[in-house]
């Protein structure tokens, strides 16, 4: 109950399995209430409850692949969420380690590192199968400009700018083609 969007999501597939299982014992107290009248009606009587079990466990089947269905689309939906949110912390602590050292970075790159940050916060975390890999390969570039720059931070060297700037535009390129992919793909 704590998570009410979920449990909201799960009420359906519990309530018409519920609904299956009290349809099936309805039937069965009206059968029993019929067959107590005439004994000579008990073969009907278990074909009717046989015939009676097996669409009860048929509905109840469809029912449980739907709510497995859903759990793996909720799952599915939390990983995607949970890539968005990596891309973004990847690069707030990209941004952190160009406001630590303040002086070997341009404030250009800074305020576009922190227009990506904004870029991915408002992105879409809902995407198709087919752009994971992409939003995969997007954290990796992410963390390996970090790496890179943090070494160059540590043993004293420039920043080479021209370079930077380069990997922040193809960067920035990428989300808002990334973006622009999932509203085609959504329309």
């Known amino acids: 109950m704590q998570n009410m969007d979920r449990f909201k999501r799960f009420v359906p597939g519990y309530t018409a399995l519920g609904v299956v299982l009290v349809i099936y014992l309805i039937c069965v107290m009206i059968y029993t209430l019929v067959t107590g009248s005439a004994d000579h009606a008990l073969r009907w009587f278990v074909l009717l409850h046989t015939v009676t079990i097996a669409i009860a466990i048929i509905l109840c089947g469809i029912i449980m692949i739907y709510i497995q269905s859903a759990r793996r689309h ?11 949110q990596l891309i973004e912390k990847a690069l ?6 160009m406001v630590q050292h303040p002086v070997l970075t341009v404030e250009e790159e800074r305020k576009t590192v922190q227009s990506l940050i904004e870029l991915v916060k408002y992105s879409d975390p809902i ?21 890179e720059l943090a070494n160059q931070y540590e043993a004293g060297e420039l920043v080479n700018s ?26």
């Open 74 to 84: 909720e799952t599915d939906e939390h990983t995607k969420i949970a890539n968005l």
């Open 92 to 97: 707030q602590q990209l941004l952190h380690t």
């Open 127 to 147: 995407t198709p199968d087919s752009l994971e890999k992409n939003d995969r390969q997007i954290l990796l570039d992410i963390e390996l400009m970090n790496s």
């Open 162 to 187: 021209e370079r930077f700037a380069s990997q922040l535009s193809q960067l920035k390129f990428r989300l808002k083609e990334r973006n622009q992919q999932i509203l085609t793909s959504k329309s």
